[in-house]
Structure formats: structure tokens, C-alpha cells
């Protein structure tokens, strides 16, 4: 006779087995993200320290300084070399949170292999002592009894999986609300500078259009999170990218007039309605995660009743 104890402990040791796979793979991934993001991060302070150099030189005694200050456009060039070593800023420091985040999640999954460390030992001792006792016995049902652990493993496996997506997309939902507001706004203020308001108005469209863009960093990161746990699930449900396009935000500092303001006005716009649209997406592959998980919850009962019908007559 096989003891009930031995099945219920292979089983239990099972999951926690392939769970460490799964661990492993998401590890490997999570330092392969990493290495991207640092250049990325490397290459975004070089680019800061540039600018903040260019400060420097027109704020000090300096032959560019001097040649401005001579052709009386020291101050205006000063004020574009500040708003753009701010947005150099903004970009090393939105990079920054984004590898100590991903670094965060490496040391979480090390962690967690280290834990189940000794799994794989305990696994192929329970393995060892059920085949010794089911040769011993003659177990008719030996091929019947290890196909079903198998599949319920894999079930098990399936719904952990769909739960860290499940987990990964309120992430995502949670983040989006704020940087639909932050947009609306620069879009009320977009429109406020289009019928002149003048220089607060591009000032406080400038301010929003800053937060909404750190809103619009901090959603592709949960987005890029949200990928790597469909990878194994269904990629082809994930979301696209939001795009938010700057390249007009400097022009209406300087060149103040309805033409750029309009075109400004229309990047915003589009940003708004790609976050709304997302945020729909989102609600949708949330609800299609959570059925898919009942589904596989229901199949997992039916599969472990068969087992355990077998492990009776065992």
C-alpha cells in the first residue's frame, strides 16, 4: 500500500518545484531588463551633466557668456539651457526609480530561489520512495497516478501565473488616474494659452505636461512589468506603449504664437486619449485574467477529485 501521507507530500513538493522554475526564468529576464535600463540610465546622466554644464558657462565669467551677454540674448539663452538641463533632470531621475525598481524585483526573486534551495533534493527523495513502494506493491495504476500529479501541477503553475498578471495589470490601473488628471489639465491650460493667456498659461501647461510625463514613465514601467508576466500566458493581449511626444514643448517658450500652441494642444490631446484607451484595455484583459483563473480553479478540483480517487483504490 502507498500511504496517503507520501502522495500529499510528492504533491505539495511538485508545485513548489516547478514554482522555482518560475522564479528562475522571471530572474533571468529581470537581469537582462536591467542591463538595458542601466545604459539607458548612464546614457541620461551624461546628458544631464551636459546641460548642467552649459548652466554653468553662461552663468560664470566664460567666452560664451561674455559673446551673449554682448549681443544682449544672455538671459533668454540662460533660461532655455535651464529648462532643458530641468527636463535632463527629470528623465535621469524618472531612470533612476526605474532600475532601483527593477533591482528591487532581482533581489526579490534571488531571494526567493534561495528559499527553495533544497526543493529539488526533497523532491527526488519523495520520487525515490514512491517508486520503490509502487514496485514493491505492483501498482497497476502507477502510469494513471503520476500522469495526474503532473497535469496538476501544471494547472497549479498556470493559475500562479495568471494571478501575478492578474496582480501586475491593478498596478497599472492604479497608476493611470493620476496621469489622466495631470493631462486634462495641461489640456485646459493648452487651451487657455491658445486664446492668449500668456505666459502663466504656458507656464503652469508646462508644469502639467512635466508631471504627466513622470506619470507616463512610472505606467510604462508597470506596462513593461505587466509583459514579462504575460510572456508565458497570453502576449498577445498585452497593451502597446504609450508614446508622449515633446518635441514642440520648448517652441512655444520662444516662438509664442497659434500655430506651435495648436500643435502642443494636439500632442496632449493624444497622450490623454492613448492613457484613456489603456486604461480600458487594461479593465478588459483584467477581467479576462480573473475568469481564466476561476477556470483553471475549477479544472484543478475536477483533476485533483481523479487523483485522489486513484491514490484510494491505490
Known amino acids: 500500500m502507498i500511504p496517503n501521507s507520501l502522495n500529499a507530500d510528492l504533491l505539495i513538493i511538485s508545485q513548489k518545484l516547478e514554482n522555482r522554475k518560475q522564479i528562475l526564468r522571471k530572474l533571468q529576464e529581470a537581469k537582462r531588463v536591467y542591463i538595458t535600463e542601466q545604459k539607458k540610465l548612464e546614457a541620461t546622466k551624461q546628458q544631464m551633466e551636459d546641460e548642467f554644464k552649459d548652466v554653468k558657462d553662461l552663468e560664470t565669467l566664460t567666452l560664451k557668456s561674455i559673446w551673449y551677454d554682448l549681443l544682449n540674448k544672455k538671459f533668454s539663452e540662460l533660461e532655455r539651457e535651464q529648462a532643458e538641463y530641468y527636463q535632463a533632470k527629470i528623465q535621469f531621475e524618472s531612470q533612476q526609480n526605474k532600475v532601483d525598481n527593477i533591482s528591487l524585483e532581482i533581489k526579490s526573486y534571488e531571494a526567493q530561489v534561495?528559499?527553495?534551495?533544497?526543493?529539488?533534493?526533497?523532491?527526488?527523495?519523495l520520487i525515490q520512495e514512491k517508486v520503490k513502494l509502487l514496485k514493491?506493491?505492483?501498482?497497476?495504476?502507477?502510469?494513471?497516478?503520476?500522469?495526474?500529479?503532473?497535469?496538476?501541477?501544471?494547472?497549479?503553475?498556470?493559475?500562479?501565473?495568471?494571478?501575478?498578471?492578474?496582480?501586475a495589470a491593478e498596478n497599472v490601473l492604479t497608476i493611470i488616474p493620476k496621469a489622466v488628471k495631470e493631462l486634462k489639465d495641461a489640456k485646459d491650460y493648452?487651451?487657455?494659452?491658445?486664446?492668449?493667456?500668456?505666459?502663466?498659461?504656458?507656464?503652469?501647461k508646462r508644469q502639467k505636461m512635466n508631471r504627466a510625463k513622470l506619470g507616463i514613465v512610472e505606467i510604462n514601467y508597470t506596462l513593461d512589468k505587466l509583459k514579462r508576466e504575460l510572456k508565458d500566458l497570453k502576449p498577445d493581449l498585452f497593451p502597446s506603449e504609450i508614446k508622449f511626444n515633446t518635441s514642440w514643448e520648448f517652441a512655444d517658450y520662444f516662438f509664442d504664437n497659434i500655430f506651435v500652441d495648436m500643435k502642443i494642444r494636439e500632442r496632449i490631446v493624444d497622450a490623454y486619449n492613448a492613457i484613456l484607451s489603456l486604461h480600458k484595455e487594461i479593465i478588459l484583459l483584467k477581467e479576462k485574467l480573473i475568469s481564466e483563473k476561476k477556470s483553471q480553479q475549477s479544472l484543478y478540483k475536477e483533476r485533483e477529485r481523479e487523483l485522489m480517487k486513484l491514490i484510494e483504490q491505490a
Do not use: C, R
Open 114 to 125: 534561495f528559499d527553495l534551495e533544497t526543493i529539488k533534493i526533497q523532491y527526488e527523495g
Open 136 to 167: 514493491a506493491n505492483n501498482h497497476p495504476q502507477l502510469v494513471d497516478i503520476f500522469s495526474k500529479q503532473e497535469e496538476l501541477v501544471k494547472i497549479d503553475a498556470y493559475k500562479n501565473e495568471i494571478q501575478e498578471a492578474i496582480l
Open 190 to 204: 493648452a487651451t487657455w494659452d491658445m486664446i492668449g493667456g500668456g505666459t502663466m498659461a504656458t507656464y503652469l
